[in-house]
């Protein structure tokens, strides 16, 4: 068990991040015009502004979250004098109630690409994949909130926070060992999130690194002169 759990936790989180950075590098020089969005907008429009600003609104403060609950060392809210157990609800709190605005966007969305026949034919099978394993990743994640009620002192955080500090410093034998006996439901999230950013290049996920910040600095564009 010890090489299973070094493999998946120590081994498949740098697989998974070289293809997710040198596949979408990859495919942005070979496949330029495959780099986009792939918006049905114009097949049906309501629905899709109602899920997607659920979605994007809950994806990205949950995004945003684990990035600094799990990168910030522990010393930083030591000393902000933030305990662990603090963190702990804080990350509850806002985890559930992002959760769900995400999960009410992501099923609507999800609906709207299975049952709409217009939206259904356009799908290819890559964009349903990602959907529900997006959608299966964000259930993991409500679901770890009962479990994390059983361990209000933060423990299992921390753990999981020595995880993703030592994956990115490249210890991976202390990553693997930190998070060995954290819980299931934790492990398999994990694991779900890992695939993702392996599949990351395949699917239309990356026009998440095309953000049109430049847009915010340009110049009016004048269309028509009268």
């Known amino acids: 068990m010890s090489f299973i759990n070094h493999l998946l936790f120590g081994i498949y989180p740098y697989i998974a991040l070289a293809v997710f950075v040198l596949g979408s590098l990859i495919r942005y020089d070979r496949e330029p015009y495959s780099w986009k969005t792939g918006s049905s907008q114009m097949l049906e429009s309501k629905q899709l502004r109602k899920g997607s600003f659920a979605f994007h609104i809950g994806i990205l403060a949950i995004l945003a979250g684990h990035f600094v609950g799990l990168l910030t060392p522990h010393q930083v809210w030591d000393a902000l004098g933030i305990s662990p157990a603090t963190k702990q609800l804080v990350a509850m709190g806002a985890g559930g109630l992002f959760g769900l605005i995400c999960l009410y966007g992501m099923t609507i969305l999800l609906k709207r690409r299975l049952h ?19 959608y299966a990743q964000l259930i993991l994640g409500l679901l ?20 993703a500090q030592n994956t990115v410093t490249f210890n991976a034998q202390a990553a693997s060992l930190a998070i060995a006996d954290v819980g299931l439901i934790y492990k398999l999230h994990v694991l779900l999130g890992m695939t993702l950013f392996l599949l990351f290049p395949f699917s239309r996920l990356v026009h998440i690194w095309s953000v049109p910040v430049k847009y915010m600095r340009r110049n009016y564009q ?5």
Do not use: C, Y
């Open 116 to 134: 709409n026949p217009r939206i259904r034919a356009t799908s290819t099978r890559m964009d349903i994949l990602i959907l529900v394993l997006l």
């Open 144 to 163: 770890s909130i009962p479990f994390s009620m059983g361990h209000l002192d933060g423990s299992e955080m921390l753990k999981l926070m020595a995880w």
């Open 222 to 226: 004048v269309v028509r002169q009268r």
